[in-house]
């Protein structure tokens, strides 16, 4: 039994499957997780609304040990399809080439699941390397700095204090304005924060990607008080 679940409260999705994090922790196994916060079908196609996803990993087998989802719309199917993949024994990374019914109104080309699996597949490989929000603190205390490549409106919003703003379309010629050491890069939800730590990994840089950007990061200090 996988537990697969979902309720309705105040207009939003609330499913899971699975092992969540709490448990995972309360007994002591290994696990790595991934926040994405993608959109329920097409962005350009009127309607879209966002979903937050979660999934936990086995950090050796790449097995999916659980799910969360939460959205207005579309947190039922990504749940649904995560269980049938973890019914069949597919890994985090499979989740990447599973082929889901597109069109602009009920999907994306890169489902919410594949994009899932896409993250999963670049941190078990090393291509990328991940923070999580509640770390963020503790490496700019070790002297990690952060860059924002946000939008210069995006950062005026609302951003990580002591963060560095540098909007990634602008990295490469800004370069040397980067500070010297490790960095942490982010953007909203973190695809831009992918394209950044490639960038700067490509020179030399020692990169960690926020992982489910300032979105995350931002729900997570809310929960501090």
């Known amino acids: 039994m996988l537990g697969t679940a979902i309720v309705g409260v105040l207009g939003h999705q ?22 994405t916060h993608a959109a329920s079908h097409a962005g350009y196609y009127p309607g879209a609304e966002s979903i937050s996803l979660k ?21 039922d199917k990504r749940i649904d399809v995560i269980a049938t993949a973890m019914r069949a024994g597919l890994r985090a990374s ?40 509640h770390e963020v603190a ?9 860059i924002d490549v946000r939008t210069p409106a995006e ?34 939800v973190g695809i831009r924060g992918h394209v950044a730590g490639r960038i700067l ?4 840089r020692r990169v960690r990607n926020l992982d489910g950007g300032y979105r995350t990061w931002s729900a997570g200090m809310s929960t501090r008080g």
């Open 201 to 204: 990994t490509a020179s030399g």
């Open 94 to 133: 499979d989740l990447a080439e599973l082929e889901l019914a597109y069109a602009p109104q009920f999907g994306s080309a890169k489902d919410p699941v594949n994009m899932l699996g896409f993250v999963a597949e670049n941190r078990a490989t090393g291509l990328e390397d991940s923070i999580q929000w």
């Open 14 to 35: 609330v499913a899971a499957v699975g092992w969540n994090e709490k448990r995972l922790v309360a007994a002591g196994r290994a696990h790595r997780f991934i926040h």
């Open 55 to 75: 999934l936990l990993i086995d950090p050796q087998t790449d097995a999916i040990l659980g799910a969360q989802a939460v959205g207005r719309d579309g947190a």
């Open 155 to 188: 950062f005026a919003a609302g951003a990580i204090p002591g963060a560095v703003n540098i909007p990634v379309d602008e990295l490469r010629v800004r370069a040397d304005e980067v500070p010297a050491g490790d960095l942490v890069v982010h953007c909203a």
């Open 138 to 146: 503790d490496a700019q205390a070790a002297g990690e700095t952060v």
